[in-house]
């Protein structure tokens, strides 16, 4: 089945070691979005790929980055992990950008900062 | 500035009837959608509206009133699955995505 993948789906990494989180698609859409949603509270958006231009969102920390080698794949890197950065990080797709197209999220990864 | 407002939490009983609303001020509207997310799993969509108006879906139901920046869902027939969050999200004039923080939904036997 066409779908987003998350890997891992748990994910435990030690204050400023850092670690990547993994996203593929075979849905062949063009955008990718990786969020970040923490308890109770809504998703926040981090950074987005429409195909490979990126866009990160103006108050997103600079300790979080992005690649995406290929249109199926994408990865967010957290450079130095703090405490506050222990969330649920959802990679989501949709067909294009700047339209009404619906995204489909990943199962997302559970991020623990010990 | 843009906002989403939903009720935090909303308790229901199974078999009965539940409506969740949503009221938006954003830059922009280019649409309004609903989805569903089970405790520690991802959103899943339900429904998007950009007329106004109900849109019904089986059991679930959106509708939709922009000149008042106002949404709900309806959930009929309830059945404990449908004990989740539901968060409503708001397209703008960029078409970025402005999500509320979402309506956690308890269904009582």
């Known amino acids: 089945d066409a779908m987003v993948i998350q890997n891992p789906r748990y994910q435990v990494t030690q204050f400023g070691k850092p670690v990547t989180l993994s996203c593929s698609q075979t849905?062949?859409?063009?955008?990718m979005y990786w969020y970040q949603q923490k308890s109770s509270q809504a998703p926040k958006l981090l950074f987005h790929?429409?195909?490979?231009?990126?866009?990160n969102e103006a108050d997103t920390p600079d300790n979080f980055q992005s690649r995406r080698p290929n249109t199926s794949f994408c990865f967010l890197d957290i450079r130095s992990p703090g405490l506050g950065d222990a969330a649920m990080y959802l990679c989501?797709?949709?067909?294009?950008?700047?339209?009404?197209?619906?995204?489909?999220f990943g199962p997302g990864t559970r991020l623990t900062v010990l | 500035g843009q906002n989403i407002d939903q009720p935090t939490e909303m308790t229901a009983t199974e078999g009965a009837i539940v409506q969740i609303n949503c009221t938006y001020q954003?830059?922009?509207?280019?649409?309004l959608f609903w989805y569903q997310q089970h405790a520690g799993e991802a959103p899943t969509f339900l429904s998007y509206?950009?007329l106004d108006g109900l849109e019904e879906k089986g059991r679930f139901s959106s509708f939709l009133s922009r000149s008042k920046g106002y949404s709900y869902l309806l959930l009929k027939e309830l059945q404990m699955k449908d004990s989740a969050s539901y968060l409503c999200a708001v397209l703008d004039s960029n078409y970025q995505l402005i999500w509320g923080a979402g309506t956690k939904l308890i269904i009582k036997p």
């Open positions: 954003t830059s922009g509207f280019n649409g």
């Open positions: 849905l062949n859409h063009n955008v």
């Open positions: 509206n950009v």
């Open positions: 989501a797709t949709s067909r294009q950008s700047g339209s009404t197209d619906t995204q489909y």
């Open positions: 790929y429409y195909d490979k231009d990126f866009n």
